[in-house]
């Protein structure tokens, strides 16, 4: 219950404003002089219930929650709990759920502190919204538990080998054969180190160090330079095309990073001879770089969850390709970090599109026919 070290300071000052001496100064709503401007600017849920369970006072944000509801407590754990604290004096903690007040929310979730208020039966309710820390606490453990499996798998497999290499050491043939796998291991597991210091790097939310202007031009063509080993190697054809000259504000090298992750999980899901398309184009005050296929396409239902850190549509493929399962998150929180979106069509059997949208340097207005996204551009 870390999160109540001011809400306890909070509660202090309320309660040693109680227990002052009554002055003739006019009392609001039953309340000693003072406790009713402490709560006024709590930005916490605050409630102060008499002796009868009616709420005497409550901050804007206990009524905002749905805690309180005209001069009646909601929460049936919390009056419970107020009604103990009345009975034997005791401070009590404790943590409730009550029905999420957002939309896709399915229940917030409370810290609360419950205390007496003075000598005439009242009591003081405090509740900390606790549903953003939890979901970032969730967020972690799974970020660590991923992570975890995912160094475990490429180590677990170089030891392996390397035994298996000891024991065939009078067979070049196998010497030969095993060494290929483990150079491919290391090197899967040094593009996962590598996504990891990227994704950690820019998914702080800190400024970018040292913005500047930035050719889309320059950037796409070295995207490609940075692909075409892997693209070569499937047959398969990069296309540049779109609009010329257009400009972006931010890190050149953080978006060829993310152009390079959208063109290689093209050439991943796509099939030997085809091509990948890479076009920009003007987009009102914005640019929109699209990198378009003819793979094998992704499930409506597993589009919400592409951007998803280590989330993979086909587990088996992506690890076969190489993939570490960062690519399209990183390319997200590039996105992000430059103002920017990045949003993906796809339809299974006809390939897909995705198209990283970025504010035209210098925030300036370009005039388009239309802005919709050309979905058959790889066909």
Not at 271 to 289: D, F, K, L, Q
Not at 321 to 350: F, M, N, R
Request: net charge negative.
């Amino acid at each position: 219950m870390g999160g109540f070290v001011l809400g306890s300071f909070v509660m202090l000052a309320i309660r040693r404003q109680a227990d002052k001496p009554r002055t003739p100064e006019p009392v609001d709503d039953g309340l000693p002089p003072g406790v009713a401007s402490v709560l006024a600017v709590l930005p916490s849920s605050a409630v102060v219930l008499d002796r009868e369970d009616r709420v005497l006072r409550a901050s804007s944000a206990a009524r905002a929650f749905g805690l309180v509801r005209g001069e009646s407590l909601m929460a049936a754990e919390l009056l419970a709990l107020a009604r103990k604290v009345r009975r034997d004096g005791e401070i009590r903690e404790s943590e409730i759920e009550t029905a999420g007040r957002k939309f896709g929310q399915e229940s917030t979730s409370f810290a609360v502190r419950v205390a007496p208020l003075g000598s005439h039966g009242q009591v003081l309710v405090l509740a900390e919204d606790q549903t953003e820390r939890q979901r970032v606490e969730a967020v972690r453990r799974d970020f660590v538990a991923n992570v975890s499996h995912e160094l475990k798998t490429p180590v677990g497999a170089l030891s392996l080998l390397a035994e298996t290499v000891q024991d065939a050491a009078d067979d070049p043939e196998a010497v030969k054969r095993f060494a290929g796998r483990m150079q491919h291991e290391a090197a899967r597991l040094t593009y996962l180190v590598q996504d990891l210091i990227t994704l950690s790097r820019i998914q702080g939310g800190e400024p970018i160090p040292a913005p500047a202007q930035v050719p889309v031009d320059e950037t796409v063509h070295e995207a490609i330079d940075r692909c075409n080993t892997k693209a070569s190697a499937k047959d398969i054809t990069l296309v540049a095309g779109g609009a010329e000259g257009l400009k972006v504000w931010g890190d050149e090298e953080l978006l060829v990073t993310a152009l390079r992750n959208l063109i290689d999980n093209a050439v991943a899901y796509s099939p030997e001879h085809t091509r990948v398309v890479i076009s920009a184009r003007p987009a009102g005050n914005a640019v929109e770089v699209s990198v378009s296929d003819q793979g094998i396409g992704i499930p409506e239902s597993a589009q919400e969850r592409i951007f998803e850190r280590f989330f993979r549509v086909d587990a088996a493929r992506s690890r076969a390709t190489g993939g570490t399962g960062l690519g399209l998150a990183i390319v997200k929180h590039v996105a992000v970090a430059h103002g920017g979106e990045v949003a993906v069509w796809s339809k299974e059997g006809s390939g897909s599109t995705f198209t990283l949208r970025l504010p035209a340097f210098g925030g300036q207005a370009v005039p388009v026919p239309s802005t919709t996204i050309p979905q058959e551009a790889a066909k």
